[in-house]
Nanobody, 131 residues
Framework: QVRLEESGGGSVQAGGSLTLSCAAS?????????MGWFRQAHEKEREFVAG???????????YYPASTRGRFTVSRDNAQDMFVLQMRRLRPEDTGVYYC????????????????????WGRGTQVTVSS
């Protein structure tokens, strides 16, 4: 069993930055896992914002959708069992509850965006961006 816990959420004005962390505990295997960050705004579906896939040849392979590419940076610290999302130039539409998730390596990076491929989820942390 893997437990994930997010932290670092808060309120920020548009254009500001926040860094979210996801701490893993239990039977951890972050080094060779696919890790994803998702957000869910009020009355909207869960949306993929960033992820890291594990590629046996090149190691970590980050992946971002168009909405966050160039503003968000995802990384992981295997020694600390930590998964980090750095968010810059935040916009009001980035508001939502942010969740981290872990699962087996994906066949390709685009598969990271599918919530149903993740086995473990955190409980989320609120991010609010005001205009």
């Amino acid at each position: 069993q893997v437990r994930l816990e997010e932290s670092g959420g808060g309120s920020v004005q548009a254009g500001g930055s926040l860094t979210l962390s996801c701490a893993a505990s239990g039977r951890t295997y972050l080094r060779s896992s696919a890790m994803g960050w998702f957000r869910q705004a009020h009355e909207k579906e869960r949306e993929f914002v960033a992820g890291i896939n594990w590629d046996g040849l090149i190691g970590d392979a980050p992946y971002y959708p168009a909405s966050t590419r160039g503003r968000f940076t995802v990384s992981r610290d295997n020694a600390q069992d930590m998964f980090v999302l750095q968010m810059r130039r935040l916009r009001p539409e980035d508001t939502g509850v942010y969740y981290c998730a872990a699962g087996p390596p994906a066949p390709d990076s685009s598969a990271l965006s599918r919530p149903n491929r993740y086995d473990y989820w955190g409980r989320g942390t609120q991010v609010t961006v005001s205009s």
